[in-house]
């Protein structure tokens, strides 16, 4: 079941859902708006490299550090990965999703290929992989609204939340924009 601008209000002062900081103007009927971060992840494709899934890529990564006067230029075709200024969390017994805003899609800008997913027990700055599908770029300003996050329950408290011992939860607590940590699955 999806969550009410009034239950997410509950149970914010419950401690069971996270936002900081939270904006009152950003809650939305059954959403609450997040803003993007000042810094991003991109590919320095001058390394003449591949992807390997096996491979640490965050050395071959370079982190851009945007202002509102030096923005973010999203190229057509271009990858970038980012997170919310926001911090998200949810405890053992709501998860969380990531979707993009209606307006920016109607741009060409997606803000997530498969990392939408807040899991249970999970309380940190939301990865965005965004992507340009334009023919033209698109600017991205610190602080922009870049998506809303929907809290759904679950039928009961999750047993191992995210971080539990055994789940090899690799972005537990995030707080910065970090690289793929795929290659730990190896």
Do not use: W
Not at 148 to 153: A, S, Y
Request: proline fraction near 6%; charged fraction near 25%.
């Amino acid at each position: 079941m999806i969550l009410s601008d009034r239950t997410i209000k509950r149970e914010m002062k419950a401690g069971e859902i996270t936002i900081k900081p939270f904006k009152p103007e950003r809650l939305q009927p059954c959403s609450y708006d997040v803003t993007l971060g000042k810094d991003l992840l991109v590919f320095d494709d001058t390394k003449g490299i591949v992807i390997d899934p096996q491979t640490d890529m965050s050395k071959f990564m370079r982190k851009v550090t945007t202002t509102e006067k030096s923005p973010f230029v999203l190229h057509p075709g271009q990858f970038a990965l980012a997170v919310t200024a926001e911090e998200i969390g949810v405890s053992a017994k709501y998860v969380c999703m990531l979707n993009g805003k209606s307006s920016l899609g109607r741009l060409g800008l997606v803000i997530h290929a498969t990392a939408g997913f807040i899991d249970p027990g999970n309380s940190l700055h939301i990865t965005l992989e965004l992507f340009n599908v334009a023919t033209m770029p698109i600017i991205l300003r610190p602080g922009m609204k870049i998506g809303q996050v929907v809290f759904e329950t679950l039928t009961e408290p999750s047993e191992r939340p995210y971080g539990s011992p055994g789940l090899n939860s690799k972005y537990f607590g995030a707080k910065t924009v970090e690289a793929s940590k795929m290659h730990k699955n190896y």
